[in-house]
């Protein structure tokens, strides 16, 4: 038997969504406004007077906005005083947590709604100063200090994936490209570009400017160029890395029983898992993620479903190996075999395995504390055929979710189903 | 090794002194770097602080040309980048460390399972200096 302890079952009733990007002129309570009223707007079921409790996902705002105890305060913006809210911090899987902690909630049969929120203001920040405050989420004391940046993290455990399986760079290229073209077609993406748009305006600025035009043959020619893609931590490139975004998302979640009350298109929550972990040197290999391993595990278990079931996954693609990484720990693809099945396109919209049909957060944009509930906003979307020029064929069923807090020191996956 | 206590701080302490410490523990032998109260397999609180040969093997690396705001105040930057690595010890446990004498124009030529020696790195001007472990080609 599966391992179900949850009293009753758990459904995401609507969804909200800010736009990702950077916005001189919005801050937290702004983004957060921002993704509430999209809920509002498309979740016509949806009334504030039957939300029981608020559970929102933000890393730091302490050191983004000098505002901590965050959780009240947009709760009270938005008219919902005096319900109970909390704040969790669990890095950038801060969201992913809070949805699986406020299921457990609503399983629990304390609250039958729970509105779950994530937000992140990062741009509020110079980038030496983000850089200094995503670094805190890392152990300062023993890793920052010797020189390791988030970047540097994951650009490790790639050169350790590259010499165990022999990949090259172009895998992580190929990640890149097909979240650019994904994120393109998505309107709430920070990047509404493709790597191929980007790469062509870089000739024309060129041109313009009267500067010799750079002679790049294709997007792969123009990544592997450190004129066009800078290095930032060998070998990961400036279009490896997630941006620093600002952003907000909600999630309605109801019990099992009372969800068609709210919406005639409820995606049921029928599987979670969570792990943690220590720091890189202290796990076997680098090549993997132990805590998503085991989070899968669980979430897998409790569901009764296996990798072969998922019909589209939002993954951490914090940087492009992650999501290399992320295909194997879920057990999308054999170990060793995730990069050549980016390679082979296997994980594009027309592939055998979506994955970041979003666009990820390599292209969507990452303002940490949103990305766990803005994962299940796309799954929301795909699940119920909205999701526009970048909705998948075959009428996708189950989707799942995989946020990442640090370089794995915490996961949280979460899997959703539609039954209609 | 009676000199250093199982505080974290002490690792630095020792580290000082071009000494690289960790634990051992007394039930079931479990090596430790940094040194740990609670052995991190058998979970007892039976530990002693040890000293490692400092020597090791390079298991992951990168180099940083965005560096941490600590490493750009040492003179760090994208025309001066540095290599920073995991290090599995001779004796077993890792650490994450700076890694020095490598070719950082050709990362390609940095290769994992070099055999590398522990030695320090000394940072920052009077008054505020800091030594950071480091590695380097053995």
């Known amino acids: 038997m599966p391992e179900n302890k949850w009293k009753r079952g758990v459904a995401v009733a609507g969804v909200g969504l800010s736009k990702f990007g950077a916005f001189k002129n919005k801050n937290s309570r702004d983004l957060f406004v921002e993704a509430y009223q999209d809920l509002m707007q498309s979740a016509p079921g949806y009334d504030p007077q039957r939300v029981e409790a608020f559970y929102l996902g933000n890393f730091s705002s302490d050191q983004f906005e000098k505002q901590a105890h965050l959780a009240p305060i947009l709760a009270s913006w938005v008219g919902l005083s005096p319900i109970p809210t909390l704040r969790i911090e669990d890095a950038c899987a801060s969201s992913g947590v809070a949805l699986r902690q406020a299921a457990l909630a609503i399983a629990s049969g304390q609250y039958d709604v729970v509105l779950v929120g994530g937000v992140e203001k990062m741009t509020s920040l110079d980038i030496a100063a983000v850089t200094e405050a995503l670094a805190t989420a890392a152990d300062t004391q023993f890793e920052v200090s010797a020189g390791f940046t988030f970047p540097g993290f994951y650009a490790a455990m790639a050169t350790a994936y590259m010499k165990e399986y022999g990949a090259s760079r172009d895998a992580f290229y190929h990640v890149s490209i097909k979240n650019h073209r994904n994120g393109a077609l998505n309107e709430f993406a920070q990047f509404g570009q493709t790597i191929q748009d980007i790469m062509e305006s870089k000739k024309k600025r060129a041109a313009e400017k009267g500067q010799p035009v750079p002679q790049w043959e294709n997007e792969i020619d123009f990544l592997g160029d450190p004129k066009g893609n800078p290095m930032i931590a060998w070998p990961m490139a400036l279009f490896d890395c997630s941006p620093v975004s600002d952003g907000a998302a909600v999630a309605l979640l109801v019990s099992e029983e009372i969800a068609s009350s709210f919406t005639d298109t409820p995606i049921y929550m029928i599987g979670s898992g969570q792990a943690s972990d220590g720091a890189l040197p202290e796990r076997e290999n680098l090549f993997s993620i132990p805590a998503a391993v085991e989070a899968g595990r669980q979430a897998y278990q409790m569901a009764d479903l296996g990798p072969d079931d998922i019909d589209v996954a939002e993954v951490h693609d914090c940087f492009t190996i992650a999501e290399i990484i992320a295909t194997e720990d879920l057990g999308f693809f054999a170990r060793g075999q995730g990069w050549q099945a980016a390679i082979d396109g296997k994980t594009a919209r027309e592939g055998s395995r979506p994955v970041n049909t979003s666009g990820g957060l390599k292209a969507k944009g990452h303002p940490v504390g949103a990305t766990g509930v803005g994962q299940v906003v796309e799954i929301w979307k795909q699940l119920n055929g909205i999701a526009g020029a970048r909705q998948l064929q075959g009428n996708p069923k189950i989707g799942l979710i995989h946020n990442v807090g640090g370089t794995g020191q915490t996961c949280v996956v979460n899997i959703f189903e539609r039954r209609t | ?138």
């Open chain 2, 1 to 138: 090794m009676e000199n250093y206590s199982m505080n974290s701080n002490d690792f630095y302490t020792a580290l000082e002194n071009g000494t690289l410490i960790g634990s051992r523990c007394l039930d079931c032998d479990t090596l430790a770097i940094p040194q740990r109260q609670i052995c991190p397999k058998c979970l007892g609180s039976n530990t002693e602080i040890v000293e490692y040969s400092g020597k090791g093997r390079l298991s992951a690396f990168t180099v940083v040309f965005v560096p941490t705001v600590q490493m750009a105040q040492y003179g760090y930057n994208a025309k001066n980048p540095y290599c920073v690595g995991v290090v599995e010890l001779e004796e077993g446990p890792s650490i994450s460390a700076q890694i020095l004498d490598v070719d950082l124009n050709q990362p390609d030529n940095i290769k994992i399972g070099t055999n590398l020696i522990m030695t320090t790195v000394t940072h920052g001007d009077d008054g505020n200096v800091k030594t950071l472990l480091a590695f380097k080609p053995n």
